[in-house]
């Protein structure tokens, strides 16, 4: 008596239930069993499955000449002398296992078996374009799931421009066509980073944010003199690590969204956050704001003849390059639009009806479907778009075939909608190893049968091209509106949940990539009000880093669980927490604003002061080594260079900025400078042309720069301390008692004068 055939997969299977199932059966080849109780142990130890993808025949005979062994601890059958054909069963003490080559698939059935939403085939091993065709929903499947789609009547169609389409699939195509392509992943290049304000470094690093603070600067430089108070800090150029400060304000009040606030509100200690307050002043933060700038004016005009986007170009195209490097995206990857909310003068400004904003800057994205990384961008600037319309076809393959460039010949899927889609675009995207899949208008290539046939609401009718590869699917959505869906994955729809085919699914879990992250960079955008489209495009910028930056510090392993809320705070805090502690080493800090700093952010760590770079005083007196030797001048201090002693009249005083060694390092955000360079509280930079205040004056709190009758002040108490010191070098007493009843008169007459408390 032969047994029916039952089927196994080719290798064994990792899934515990079905590991187990496969040891059972080849434990079985060892024992004496009847073919009843081989039979009740099969069945009774899981469900063997009919629909796996590898399979082969499984022959079940007992046979007294031919006997098998299973080493139980490398898994495997040891070699059997394998019967030609299957042979009748004779009633004998053994079992011989006859595996037989993998069977021819068949045709695709009309109706296929109906597929299960459990784990009943473990082992079947899905493809990301697979899985995202199937079920989504929870539940049992209804009666109609896995059964054909309406069928036109004519075998061959024509459409009006002479494309052919047929009514049924090509059966030498698969149903849907797999990827082997894994889900994105971060680059090599962001191993390094571990904290958010180096994450974020990947994308704007400090070469751009050198050249914004160069032409910032400049535009510094030439409206400062508009105002009467030049020595305000408030006027002072701009260095890296304030530049940073003011991003990280600019984030933090995204966050908070503070972003539409007045600066009044923002800064006010009643109303508003200490974290503005204990960064910068609002004066300073509006002034950055208003001077803030990306190009060279000298050449912008020079370079506007042939590039719109020449204001913000450079910028634009560094952050888009890093975005495409720091990140390699998964399978699938979607086209779609952004509009940044824009009403001021632009000439490459738009309008589109359905967005929020309804006028801005249209940017036209390629993102990551699964993640929703931005991995490229372009802007769309009208009539300069394109450069070659005859090669580059409609702009909506322009726009898709140059924002996967980067990822071309990779077997990637792409989702657009019906701005984007074409017949055209499909053949390109084939000729770069890639798929189309996206939403399409009726255009003359589609055939005029499945857009007029006579359906229910709901059901769905498709056509197929043998030659491109490409299925057209037309569903009707209601009484008078129909979908036309293209697809160059699926070549066999099947109805699949509700009246949706495998097409609709894929089509509903891929098309969102562009519109999550836009969300995702309105509900934390640092956008402000303005006037000027580079400043918008700026902050447009500021948002595609920080959405992206997320996304790596998520891929960390101990980042799992951080909200995207709580990495804009944290960036902001990184990024402003070196220029907070920099106001607090600076003199004439007010306590108040002092305390508020330090609440924010802690305690400034010093460091100790080796005695060879900050010694600039001595025990004793001692005669300046420039003064004549007829003078009676001592003094303390001492040369920081020479250590030669050196009285107040031959000694100048620098700011950072401006002292020779370390000038360059005061701009790239140095915030100790060299301690053998002397600073004099309250006092101006002697140097010729310099116009910065050694003391920040209303950003740090204090008076602002000195007045009249305070520099008057500090002259003539220049003169008290210079005979204070002669005073204790006298010997005679007499004289030293006259010069002391001296000093006393001039102290009294001055305290007259003397316009504040010291």
């Not at 085939?121 to 799931?145: I, N, Q």
């Not at 399978?331 to 359905?354: M, S």
């Not at 006579?454 to 699917?473: C, P, Q, R």
């Not at 910028?541 to 790596?552: Q, R, S």
Request: with cysteine; glycine share 4%; charged share 25%.
């Amino acid at each position: 008596m032969t047994l029916s055939p039952y089927l196994l997969p080719t290798s064994m299977s990792t899934d515990p239930d079905l590991h187990q199932c496969q040891v059972s059966i080849m434990v079985m080849a060892q024992t004496i069993l009847t073919e009843e109780e081989i039979l009740i142990k099969l069945f009774n130890t899981g469900d063997l499955g009919s629909d796996l993808e590898d399979e082969v025949e499984l022959n079940i005979e007992i046979d007294n000449s031919h006997e098998e062994e299973y080493d139980l601890e490398n898994e495997v059958i040891l070699p059997a002398v394998i019967a030609d054909p299957p042979q009748e069963v004779s009633v004998e003490p053994s079992v011989t296992l006859i595996l037989d080559e993998p069977p021819v698939p068949s045709p695709p059935s009309a109706v296929p078996s109906t597929p299960s939403t459990s784990s009943a085939a473990p082992c079947e091993m899905l493809s990301l374009s697979e899985e995202r065709s199937r079920k989504r929903r929870r539940g049992e499947l209804h009666p109609e799931v896995g059964g054909p789609i309406k069928k036109l009547d004519q075998q061959v169609l024509r459409a009006k421009d002479k494309t052919i389409w047929h009514r049924d699939p090509n059966p030498h195509l698969p149903s849907i066509v797999k990827t082997s392509i894994e889900k994105g992943v971060p680059t090599i290049l962001t191993e390094s980073a571990t904290s958010a304000s180096d994450i974020f470094s990947l994308f704007l690093d400090e070469t751009m944010l050198a050249e914004v603070c160069l032409y910032t600067n400049d535009k510094m430089n030439a409206i400062r003199e508009q105002f009467s108070t030049t020595y305000s800090a408030t006027f002072r150029e701009v260095n890296l690590m304030e530049m940073k400060a003011f991003i990280g304000i600019l984030l933090f009040s995204g966050i908070k969204q503070d972003n539409h606030v007045g600066t009044e509100e923002m800064w006010s200690p009643v109303c508003g956050c200490p974290f503005y307050r204990s960064v910068m002043s609002e004066r300073r933060f509006s002034f950055i704001l208003r001077c803030l700038r990306f190009d060279d004016s000298t050449t912008r005009n020079v370079r506007k003849q042939s590039d719109r986007f020449a204001h913000i170009r450079k910028l634009w195209d560094a952050v888009i390059h890093k975005c495409i490097v720091n990140y390699r995206p998964g399978p699938h990857v979607t086209v779609d639009e952004q509009l940044l909310a824009f009403r001021g003068h632009c000439i490459f400004r738009i309008f589109i009806p359905n967005k929020p904003a309804k006028y801005g800057i249209k940017l036209v994205m390629a993102c990551d479907a699964d993640t929703h990384y931005m991995c490229n961008a372009m802007p769309y600037l009208g009539k300069g778009t394109m450069v070659d319309k005859v090669k580059s076809g409609t702009l909506g393959e322009f726009f898709t075939m140059e924002l996967i460039r980067p990822f071309q010949r990779s077997g990637r899927v792409v989702t657009t909608d019906s701005w984007f889609t074409s017949l055209a675009l499909a053949r390109k995207l084939k000729e770069s190893s890639m798929h189309l899949v996206g939403t399409i208008r009726p255009k003359p290539y589609i055939p005029q049968e499945i857009m007029h046939i006579k359906m229910n609401i709901g059901e769905s009718v498709a056509a197929y091209n043998y030659e491109d590869e490409v299925t057209v699917l037309c569903q009707k959505a209601n009484t008078t509106k129909r979908i036309q869906l293209l697809s160059t994955v699926h070549h066999n729809p099947t109805i699949v949940e509700g009246k949706k085919t495998q097409i609709h699914m894929f089509y509903d879990a891929t098309k969102g990539g562009v519109d999550t992250f836009d969300q995702m960079c309105a509900a934390t955008s640092c956008g402000r009000k303005t006037r000027r489209w580079p400043l918008c495009l700026f902050y447009g910028i500021l948002n595609i880093i920080v959405n992206n930056a997320f996304i790596i510090y998520s891929n960390k392993p101990n980042n799992r669980e951080v909200t995207r809320r709580q990495f804009g705070m944290k960036l902001a805090m990184e990024l402003s927490r070196p220029w907070a502690h920099y106001r607090l080493t600076r003199t004439g800090l007010q306590r108040e604003l002092s305390a508020v700093i330090q609440s924010v952010f802690g305690p400034v760590q010093q460091l100790p002061r080796q005695q060879e770079e900050g010694a600039i005083k001595t025990e004793k007196r001692h005669r300046c080594h420039i003064c004549p030797h007829s003078s009676i001048a001592r003094t303390k201090l001492l040369c920081a260079n020479c250590k030669k002693s050196t009285c107040h009249r031959h000694i100048t005083t620098f700011c950072s900025y401006c002292i020779p060694e370390c000038k360059d390092t005061a701009r790239d955000g140095e915030t100790n400078p060299p301690a053998k360079y002397i600073k004099v509280e309250r006092t101006n930079c002697q140097d010729d042309g310099c116009e910065k205040a050694v003391q920040d004056g209303h950003e740090l709190g204090g008076e602002g720069p000195l007045s009249k009758e305070e520099a008057e002040w500090d002259e003539l108490k220049t003169e008290i301390d210079i005979k204070e010191e002669a005073l204790d070098d006298f010997v005679d007493e007499e004289e030293n008692m006259t010069l002391k009843i001296k000093k006393d008169e001039e102290m009294t007459s001055l305290e007259e004068l003397r316009p504040f408390k010291v």
